[in-house]
């Protein structure tokens, strides 16, 4: 082989193993990323959007967040067991879940709403006011849109396992929407309902929220833009900066 030949063929060799290790390190840098992706959507913060009127105008349709997962302590998947928690679930925390099997439209669907009920709390709710272990609670953030309407559902009637009162009280108990119980939330359970309360189906409609079945509590919005309007591009052209960035409360 001539000197030339050989040089060209070193020259040829080198390349390739610098194309190589090129590609060897691109691979190695999109799994590191995929890894610390999954990794921090399994167990850190997880995206989330708000299908549904339920929470306005806590929260709106077209709003996005970003659910703080370690907070009450993130599920190792397909085990059922949890990281240790920082807090456990509190009164009034906005919680996202997976909802109840009465409740579930969907395959793999989301729920968020407002804790108002802890395991052991006696919750009554009359005219649409809601007491509490026998005091009225304070809600500033809920919103009643038809008041004058109270329906009734069948949907309610698992009320009558846990009412805090039995016999003929029992028989005669016919729950709606801004009157029924007492109530007594049982032990490892939360009792959740949306802000918006006139078009919320939530606790009153399909029972209690296992601790299990909570995912994380959403922290901040991200993002946010108006679904209703009828406009070429909403997610360009009708976006709520006011909400960007908006801590959730």
Known sequence: MSKGMKKAKQKQEAENGSVGRWLWEWTKSIAVAFLLFILVRTFVVEAFQIPTGSMEQTLLVGDFLL?????????????????PAFDPPARGDIVVFSPPPAA???????????????????????????????????????????????????????????????????????????????????LDSFFVMGDNRDNSEDSRYWGFVPDQSIKGRPWIIYFSYDRNKITPFPWLTEIRWSRLFDSIR
């Open 104 to 186: 579930r439209q969907a395959a793999n669907t989301n729920y968020v709403k407002r804790i108002v009920g802890l395991p052991g709390d006696t919750l009554l709710m009359v005219e649409g006011v809601l007491y509490r272990n026998g005091s009225q609670v304070a809600e500033p953030y809920a919103r009643h849109t038809r008041p004058y309407e109270d329906p009734r559902s069948p949907q309610f009637d698992w009320q009558r396992t846990h009412l805090v009162e039995s016999g003929r009280r029992l028989h005669e108990y016919r729950p709606t929407r801004d009157n029924w119980g007492p109530i007594t939330v049982p």
């Open 67 to 83: 659910v703080n997962k370690m907070v009450y302590g993130a599920e190792l998947p397909g085990t059922g067991v949890r990281l």
